[in-house]
């Protein structure tokens, strides 16, 4: 039985960096910005996946796509057991995030995201290519369903129960998170949750890079990663975000796929407001 080769680059990788990268054939370049984005100038090589297809939709929306979706997008990817993904977006990390939960959803762990996505890449100086890319070659990946990565609206349900076993990072606007915002039935939060807004931790200075002083600013929101972590938004795709920076800070991290979505618009899930 031969075990899974190791990443060959970091998790967060410097547009800087990667403009002179060598690229191996192994390597495939994976564009979350939206097809007119897409169509207009994208990393050259990169093979786009619409945000959307990453999702399930219906209600909630933000749950992992049904095994066909999950097989179309590794077959168009052309994704082998070998292959490394270096993923990015145009919008700070929401949606590259969510693909990088996707892909260990899937089982598969050889990945990348491009800090600052586009905008960085453009800022450092890298080519930009239009028109439309298709893999080099097909897949041989075989998708196989990994829980691990999410937990669903009964187990947080369980968790609450036993106070200071995990840690809620809310990444919605702090209008959402205090309930004045309201845009599911319900609105507020989940009780103990943490506000930690997607948006603060994007360096407009830097390109929509992922600020520096990430972990010190989460300790000062009061989540420092000693017990296990919990992300979620509306629909997981601002948690994206939220995701991939716990894990580049290697905290035990998860998320809430059915999100706000599911836990404001039911019935039996207790909140916090603060209207």
Known sequence: MS????????????????????????????????????????IPGAIHIEPKATTRGGQPPG???????????????????????????????GWAGRFIWLLDSIGFNRYSYLDGGLPAW???????RAGEETAAQGSEFEVHINLAPSVDKEE???????????????????????????????????????????????????????????QDYLKQ????????????????HRSGLSYLIGKALHYDIRAYPGSWSEWGNSEDTPIESDV
């Open 3 to 42: 075990l899974p080769q190791p990443p060959m680059l970091p998790l967060i990788i410097e547009p800087e960096d990667f403009v002179n990268e060598a690229r191996p054939a192994e390597l495939i370049i994976v564009d979350l910005c939206d097809s007119q984005s897409y169509a207009e100038g994208h």
């Open 63 to 93: 749950l992992l796509p049904e095994l066909a979706q999950l097989q179309a997008i590794v077959a168009k990817l052309g994704l082998r057991a070998d292959s490394h993904l270096v993923v990015y977006d145009d919008e700070g990390g």
């Open 122 to 128: 453009k800022a450092a100086g890298g080519e930009i």
């Open 156 to 214: 947080i349900l369980f968790l609450l129960g036993a106070p200071g076993s995990i840690q809620i990072w809310d990444a919605r606007s702090p209008e959402e998170h205090a309930g004045s915002k309201v845009v599911s039935s319900r609105g507020g939060r989940i009780p103990g949750a943490i506000s930690g807004n997607w948006l603060d931790f994007m360096d407009r200075q830097r390109h929509l890079k992922i600020r520096r002083d990430a």
């Open 221 to 236: 929101l009061g989540i420092d990663g000693s017990v296990p972590i919990i992300t979620h938004c509306q629909t997981h």
